[in-house]
């Protein structure tokens, strides 16, 4: 079992920055490859970022590339979303999940919702214009 907390959103002007954290419980945070989805009001939940349990290898959706950086501290059981140059269609609600990897590489990472086990319970950005 992991438990997930989510901190760090809030209400930024257009091309601010915020960085997000997500905690997670446990002693096997390692073992997890971790990801960022958001949903907007009225809009399905859509990936924002994935990285692999290493830290090795991250994804990216294509409308962050450039902006967002996600990154972990296996040592700190967490997780981070540093979001750079913040656009008002970014404002949505950010959760972050986990992702069970028993590989030996630790390189996989999933874009899909439907691969991750558990969740948080998400915190707000909000982006002005």
């Known amino acids: 079992q992991v438990q997930l907390v989510e901190s760090g959103g809030g209400l930024v002007q257009a091309g601010g920055s915020l960085r997000l954290s997500c905690a997670a419980s446990?002693?096997?945070?390692?073992?997890?490859?971790m990801g960022w989805f958001r949903q907007a009001p009225g809009k399905e939940r859509e990936f924002v970022a994935a990285i692999a349990r290493s830290g090795g290898s991250t994804k990216y959706a294509n409308s962050v590339k450039g902006r967002f950086t996600i990154s972990r501290d296996n040592a700190k059981n967490t997780v981070y979303l540093e979001m750079n140059s913040l656009k008002p269609e970014d404002t949505a609600v950010y959760y972050c999940a986990a992702n069970y990897d028993p590989s030996s590489r630790g390189t996989y990472s999933s874009e899909h919702s439907y691969d991750y086990d558990y969740w948080g319970q998400g915190t707000q950005v909000t982006v002005s214009s």
């Open positions: 446990g002693r096997t945070f390692s073992r997890y490859a």
